[in-house]
């Protein structure tokens, strides 16, 4: 055991701030990890250790999650005793087998093209009434980025000016969810309004003291939860239903529907998907192919001869996925 003056919430800071220094979103996980703490303060004390007692606890299923919820408890947890073992503290390991990998229950679901039409209709309409400052320029193009390029919403979010490219129309992502920086290409009507926009915003004096391109009032980007409100409210404005909490559909499924979509163009033209996927897994931001059935889920409603076409030979991208 490391002997030091270290408590068990200074290693966790210390963890937090390690994987935010190497890139990662991290969130999440960082609220997750208060509560293992307030778990820890009253089985260790404290102490700098992460005992068989606490992992034993905190692994137990609540009578209130799903398996998936589980599973991402435990996967937090399994970091943070891997980065104390690696530094030399008395930690009960977590094995893998603990939070095994489920099928996610949720479907997704797959806008059609008329009710992409509607929300950014909605959106604009809700943006002209002035959310917050000048959000009115913000978010039509944020919806835009997020419905045309398959981006996830904080990573469009955190876009700065360094990173927008209107003469190649192009977009830089470099806060994505594996720290991965990809780059991005933009339709020719999407760089106009970024132009348009980047000129507007000239008179904010926010604006220009900070890197952001999006920035709210106080210079740093919108939070998630700021669009995720203003898409509930497009939806309801377009006359799309909702199922309530945990049904959606939910802004994270804009990016499953660009998939869908564009595996739709792919087979309709003719395209070998053995080769094709790939590409698509790296533009999606995926390590593999693995990943991106989290991503891929194929409705039988809207493309059954896309669907069909990919059983018959690629039956293993039927993905699911949840919120991220």
Known sequence: MKKNKKTFTHIVNDYIKEKWAIGHS????????????HLQNSID???PILSEELANCWIEKTAWENETNRCRRI????????????IGYDTKAIPGRLAPQRDYSYTPYIFSERE?????GA???????????????????VFR???????????????????VDLENGTLILRHTKDAKERIIPVAASLVDRCRLYQTKCQVFRSFGCTPCFFPNRHGVPYSSDTAYRLFRRALSLAGISHGGKGKGPRLHDLRHTYAVRVLNRWVQAGNNLTTALPYLAIYMGHAGLKASEHYLRLTTTMFPELVQTVENKYGWVIPEAYHE
């Open 45 to 47: 004390y404290g102490l």
């Open 145 to 163: 980025i997020l419905i045309g390029c398959g981006t996830r919403i904080t990573e469009t979010l955190h876009i700065e000016k360094r990173d």
């Open 26 to 37: 991290f969130e999440k996980a960082t609220q997750v990890l208060q509560r293992i703490i």
């Open 116 to 120: 992409l039409g509607l929300i950014l």
């Open 75 to 86: 996967s937090v947890l399994r970091g943070l005793a891997a980065y104390m073992i690696r």
């Open 123 to 141: 959106t604009d309409r809700l943006c002209e009434k002035g959310l917050s400052r000048h959000s009115d320029l913000i978010f039509p193009i």
